[in-house]
């Protein structure tokens, strides 16, 4: 069953995506053909568009956090079946020791299945998408490229989930930067009761953080940022304190805020090397930084005498997700109106795509999501 639908193509040396008709080929014996119903733009989209230059490559399908609804599957699928919405995310061997004991977001294949070079995921070398004169496409980015009608994503990187097509664009955006803000709190730092919680940069995923925070003991939620109106944002969806750290210094201000010690868990999401060093130092002795913005090509220099504070620094990647219990607990939070994901989404048709990651990158647009 091959398909022909629109997508959104990124081509090297094109600052603009180039909408397109493309075909989408047969399932693989572990793969799923869904149709995409709504995918967020992530800043990750945004990174790899910015990369994908070398000449040589051919156009590629980016998008990553898709929701749809099954159309086939494989010979060796048993996880879903034709007619069930699911939620697509990440994909996984589920081989190596970080898959076997439940965390898939550092599979060992991590960068071969989801941000291969070639742009593709397949072990044969091939994607699956072609153009509809049969030339060949990048594909199987994060084991779906979803920013298309129709995607082939993998029997490991679907969650279903009862809900209408409605409802799927509002949970479509879980599958990446959604899961990753809230993991790096429920799953990773594990605010204790009464600690103080900082989050620098209150994109999707800041305030994924900013919202997960809340459902936690944490007695000061503190965003920091550089957007007045994402920080008043930020503030209606439970934040305690905000920062503008383009006026006021946030070590000095955060300090204050915790009452002189500084904080125990801090998030850092811009990727910014100035900012990642200020939520250093803004830890209070044995705190807890969790890194989740991570410029390509960045790094960024730590005093010796601040790790001698038995401070903790580590990366965290897609919020240390298994998907199978974490998707379907966020989803539960959603519908229960703890974790009110829907004040952060606008929508865009596929034609406004560039709009879209205009309006996120200014700041207008907390997540974008394309409506198929």
């Not at 572990?30 to 568009?49: I, N, W």
């Not at 397949?122 to 990048?138: E, F, H, I, N």
């Not at 993998?154 to 959604?178: M, Q, S, T």
């Amino acid at each position: 069953m091959s398909v022909t639908t629109k997508a959104a193509l990124a081509v090297p040396g094109q600052d603009a995506y180039r909408i397109a008709d493309i075909t989408v080929g047969e399932p693989q014996d572990h793969e799923v053909l869904v149709r995409v119903v709504t995918a967020g733009l992530c800043h990750t989209d945004a990174l790899f568009k910015g990369a994908w230059q070398d000449p040589s490559l051919p156009p590629i399908v980016l998008g990553h956090e898709g929701a749809g609804v099954v159309q086939k599957v494989g010979a060796l699928v048993t996880s879903v079946k034709p007619g069930d919405r699911v939620l697509m995310t990440f994909n996984s061997c589920g081989e190596c020791d970080p898959c076997r004991t439940g965390h898939p977001a550092y599979c060992a294949r991590f960068s071969d299945l989801n941000t291969s070079p070639t742009g593709s995921a397949r072990t044969d070398g091939t994607s699956g998408l072609t153009t509809t004169d049969g030339k060949p496409l990048a594909g199987g980015f994060f084991g779906q490229s979803s920013l298309a009608g129709y995607a082939i994503a993998n029997d490991r990187n679907v969650v279903a989930v009862d809900a209408d097509e409605d409802e799927l664009a509002l949970l479509a955006p879980l599958g990446c930067g959604i899961q990753t803000g809230a993991g790096a709190i429920l799953n990773e730092l594990k605010p204790e009761p009464g600690s103080t919680v900082a989050v620098f940069g209150t994109g999707a995923v800041g305030m994924a953080s900013v919202l997960a925070a809340g459902l936690t003991g944490a007695s000061k939620i503190v965003a920091v940022d550089i957007v007045d109106s994402r920080l008043k944002l930020a503030r209606e969806l439970g934040a305690t304190h905000t920062v503008n750290s383009a006026t006021t210094d946030p070590v000095a201000a955060l300090r204050e805020i915790s009452g002189g010690p500084g904080v125990q868990v801090a998030v850092e999401t811009s990727g910014v090397p100035q900012v990642q060093v200020q939520a250093v130092d803004a830890l209070a002795t044995r705190g807890r930084l969790g890194l989740i913005g991570v410029r390509l090509d960045g790094h960024f220099d730590v005093l010796g005498t601040s790790l001698l504070r038995g401070i903790t620094v580590h990366g965290v990647i897609e919020g240390d997700s298994d998907i199978v219990t974490f998707l379907p607990a966020l989803v539960d939070y959603v519908r229960q109106g703890r974790f009110p994901l829907q004040r952060l989404i606008q929508e865009y048709p596929l034609k406004q795509i560039d709009q879209a990651a205009a309006d996120s990158k200014s700041g207008k647009t907390i997540k974008p999501v394309i409506r198929f």
